[in-house]
């Protein structure tokens, strides 16, 4: 069911009911002085009805200096769909997932003959709202579409970014939208899959490009997903396979908006190339910790040379030194250097033709002077040997597979969501699964992590410091983890295979210094519904503050503590209705759920953009840890 935005409003931002604040012009300040805040936990949605839509039920509690307290409820407010026609693109109007080629036009889905339609992704994800000379600016990555119009999974499919001017109601802090258009990124070669992201303390919006191609496959395997996805990438975008290029992708963009409005763009190749799920920067403005997303992922860290200015530093990954494997696991973290780099630097590499193999030699089994790793790139053992002179090379365009030559851990596992806590020197960060290359391994490969099993995964919390030889105060120095999940030997009448009151696999986190609250957003299949989570740290409560349709994931999480006078959590979901057929549910009638959700807004058809309101503003006055 289509719904188009006549003047950019969803149903949900028309409504005429007001959205309630801890704080306004009027509130004195001792008043919102706040001592204490504490989420007051949801049910689990247990009918048809509320297992199709996105909503909460969770309230939130507020207990100020002053001895007043406070209970009020939270609202799911939704901006838009991905599939509503807010964006004007060369005098029309297109749907906010629509995919841009290199000329500005909406790449077309020609799956269903004689129907040609423009591709609409159903995944958004990161959300940054930037406020630019007195006006707010929403950045929202559309990072896939999950199936074409003839119900075939897309693969090489062009990925983009909408840029959405939103304004916010001074007396009630509704924020609806003002006007969209789509992000240009033809001189970046395009987009390449944007999962998670953040915003810098400079007003900028950083994105990624997830499960960048395999250089070695793309190159010597014409039959291999890595092939045929860059080309049909190259076709779809520029027009033509000449232009396919593997390492054009797997790096992180950086987004400005300027005062008249208008969009930038620049790619930091000189943070390496990996599957970037999200790049944070830490409180010295200088230092910067990544997601790596898949199965046998690296940690990576980059120190640049100047503040605020990513474009030039110096690359290292983490060595995982284990010391505990159980309860989610923890370990010490050595950082190993890769190499320091320019983006002018690294794109020259790229721009001259480099290939996979210019960098490496490889054998088919063991051999002297050729080391066996096992990461990401390729997710099979390789055997490897670095060519002489071509450190620059592996640094920053095969970051994985040269840091595993030099000795860093390629074990880790679906490493998702980052935020930081900049007054405890804290950060956390999301391994969506503990399991798989997170547990022991054959010998034929370095095994650092051998945690026990936990499908459900964990989040871990991040000690910040110094580390010798590192020009940085912020080095992440131990891990370990700090709110875990349990998996179920068997489904309950939900379908659910992880206990559906504690987390399931982890993705999204966002940091609240306000409420001094981790907010974690699931992605997760152990989950029939998926929900977003209330973790206080210095109670350790968690609280279920919002669920996303049955089969969507909750994305694009960002606490954002005050925006004229308002707080709020921009939280999206992606994918509604995936994975149902797979489902053993016996407390609903499973078929009457799969047509609820096609007469809603349909099974993998478009992703929701939107936040939660009613979040507490006020003073930070109360005692952290």
């Known amino acids: 069911m289509k719904r188009t935005l006549i003047v950019g409003l969803s149903a949900a931002v028309l409504s005429s009911s007001l959205i309630p604040t801890f704080a306004d012009a009027h509130t004195s300040r001792a008043a919102r002085d ?50 509503d026609k807010i964006v004007e693109n060369k005098g029309a109007m297109i749907a906010a997932g629509t995919p841009i080629d290199v000329n500005g036009d909406p790449i077309i889905d020609r799956s269903v003959p004689d129907k040609p339609e423009a591709f609409v992704s159903d995944a958004p994800d990161s959300n940054s709202l930037l406020e630019v000379h007195g006006k707010k600016y929403m950045v929202s990555h559309f990072e896939y579409d999950s199936i074409d119009n003839a119900g075939n999974e897309v693969k090489g499919l062009p990925a983009s970014m909408t840029l959405t001017e939103v304004v916010q109601d001074k007396k009630t802090g509704k924020l609806a939208v003002k006007k969209a258009s789509k992000i240009d990124f033809k001189n970046v070669n395009g987009l390449w899959t944007p999962c998670n992201g953040s915003t810098t303390p400079w007003g900028t919006h950083l994105g990624s490009e997830e499960y960048e191609p395999d250089a070695r496959a793309f190159e010597s395997d014409p039959t291999s997903s890595a092939y ?48 970037h799920e999200m790049m944070q920067i830490l409180p010295d403005q200088k230092t910067a910790i990544f997601g790596d997303d898949g199965n046998n992922t690296m940690m990576f860290m980059y120190v640049a040379d100047k503040k605020k200015d990513f474009s030039q530093g110096t690359l290292y990954a983490a060595k995982f030194n284990q010391t505990k494997a159980t309860e989610g696991g923890a370990g010490n ?33 063991p051999a002297p002077g050729f080391k066996a790793v096992k990461t990401a790139a390729s997710k099979k053992v390789e055997y490897l040997k670095l060519k002489p002179g071509k450190e620059k090379e592996a640094a920053f365009l095969e970051s994985r597979r040269y840091g595993a030559l030099l000795g860093a851990t390629s074990e880790f596992n679906k490493m998702e969501g980052i935020t930081v806590n900049a007054q405890d020197k804290k950060a956390y960060i999301a391994l969506s699964y503990v399991s798989g290359s997170t547990e022991k391994q054959d010998g034929a490969v370095q095994d650092d992590i051998q945690l026990e099993k936990r499908e459900s995964g964990a989040t871990f919390e991040i000690d910040l410091g110094r580390a010798k030889g590192i020009d940085s105060r912020y080095v992440p120095t131990n891990m370990q983890a700090l709110v875990i999940g349990e998996d179920l030997a068997k489904p309950d009448a939900y379908g659910n295979t992880a206990n559906p ?39 350790k409560k968690l609280s279920r503050i919002l669920s996303v349709p049955v089969g969507a994931e909750a994305t694009g999480l960002r606490s954002l503590d005050r925006v004229g006078g308002y707080s709020y959590l921009l939280s999206n979901y992606q994918h509604p209705g995936e994975g149902l057929n797979g489902k053993q549910i016996t407390a609903v009638d499973p078929k009457k759920l799969e047509q609820a959700m096609q007469e809603g807004i349909g099974i993998q058809k478009t992703g929701g953009v939107g936040y939660l309101s009613g979040l507490p503003t006020g003073q930070k006055s109360y005692s952290h840890r």
């Open 501 to 539: 009151n504690l987390v399931a696999n982890p993705d999204n986190l966002a940091y609240s210094a306000t409420s001094n609250t981790l907010f974690i957003g699931e992605d997760s299949s152990l989950h029939t519904n998926n929900f977003v989570w209330a973790y206080n740290l210095k109670t």
């Open 34 to 83: 706040i001592k204490k805040v504490e989420f007051l936990s949801m049910d689990a949605p247990s009918t048809v009805n509320q297992m199709v839509k996105t909503y909460t039920e969770a309230k939130v509690k507020v207990t100020y200096q002053n001895g007043k307290t406070e209970i009020k409820p939270l609202n799911y407010n939704q901006l838009f769909l991905s599939q």
């Open 228 to 275: 045929k996805e860059v080309n049909a990438f190259a076709e779809r975008y520029f027009g033509t396979k000449e232009k396919a290029n593997p390492y054009f992708y797997g790096f992180t963009p950086e987004i400005s908006v300027d005062r008249k409005g208008k969009s930038s763009v620049v790619k930091h190749y000189s943070t390496g190339r990996f599957s």
């Open 333 to 365: 973290l050595e950082w190993i250097k890769l190499g320091h780099a320019s983006d002018k630097e690294v794109k020259r590499l790229i721009d001259k033709g480099t290939k996979f193999s210019d960098i490496f030699e490889t054998a088919d089994a």
